[in-house]
């Protein structure tokens, strides 16, 4: 498997534009999670799903943050409008039920989101 | 809900000695794992270690190894004779186990993060 793909890995917008950041999990992978990462606030969780269904979306910071999942092998987070202050890196990850014999999250290479 | 703290944000360390990474989690589950990962300037998000909570036993990976004091909620990382290769950022991460009745089994939760620095 050529594991968790994220694109693009680098996008620049312009304030008020939408932006659109894709992932494609691991196939098999029962959960998807998405992160933000940035310097004042480390590593956020932003929403997670089980079976394409989310469970936790407490973290998504505004109405502007949205995300899908349509299928087992596609999921998006959408920033509509883009601010300055949504400039960061996020993550996709993705990994199977936690059991006794797998446990761990994988990881994209991440996107590198620019809003100027 | 679980939190994660890292009160180190930078540690440093010389080439070849021992360095100690600190985390607390906060929890009110009895079945859950914890995670060490390790970030490089790559960005590239890398498994370095696990443990279970059910097991007493602290996990060891080559030159990492952890200390897990499930009672203070406690998870530090060890490494010993530490590389240049070390050099990264490194997370601690809590995940909740599956449990009857559970609304967050399954939720990976990071602290904020130690930046390593390795001197030669």
């Known amino acids: 498997d050529a594991g968790v793909i994220q694109s693009p890995r680098h996008e620049v917008t312009e304030m008020g534009q939408e932006v659109t950041l894709r992932c494609k999990p691991i196939?098999?992978?029962?959960?998807l999670f998405w992160y933000r990462q940035t310097m004042m606030r480390g590593l956020e969780l932003l929403i997670y799903f089980n079976n394409n269904v989310p469970i936790d979306d407490s973290g998504m910071p505004e109405d502007r943050f949205s995300a899908k999942m349509p299928n087992a092998s596609f999921s998006t987070l959408k920033i509509q409008p883009s601010e300055p202050r949504d400039s960061a890196v996020y993550f996709c990850?993705?990994?199977?039920?936690?059991?006794?014999?797998?446990?761990?999250?994988?990881f994209g290479q991440g996107t590198r989101l620019t809003v100027v | 809900a679980q939190t994660v703290t890292q009160s180190q944000p930078e540690m440093s360390v010389q080439e070849a000695e021992t360095v100690t990474l600190s985390c607390t989690y906060d929890?009110?589950?009895?079945?859950?794992?914890l995670f060490w990962y390790k970030q490089p300037p790559s960005r590239q998000m890398i498994l370095v270690i696990r443990q279970e909570a059910y097991k007493q036993q602290n996990a060891t990976e080559n030159r990492f190894s952890v200390n897990f004091q499930k009672a203070a909620k406690s998870f530090s990382l060890k490494i010993s004779d530490s590389q240049l290769g070390d050099a990264a950022m490194y997370f601690c991460?809590?995940?909740?186990?599956?449990?009857?009745?559970?609304?967050?089994?399954?939720?990976?939760?990071f602290g904020q993060g130690t930046i390593l620095t390795v001197h030669p």
């Open positions: 929890t009110s589950e009895s079945d859950y794992y």
């Open positions: 196939s098999g992978h029962d959960y």
């Open positions: 990850a993705s990994s199977f039920f936690p059991n006794r014999l797998t446990t761990e999250a994988f």
């Open positions: 991460a809590y995940r909740s186990a599956w449990t009857a009745g559970g609304t967050s089994y399954g939720k990976l939760t």
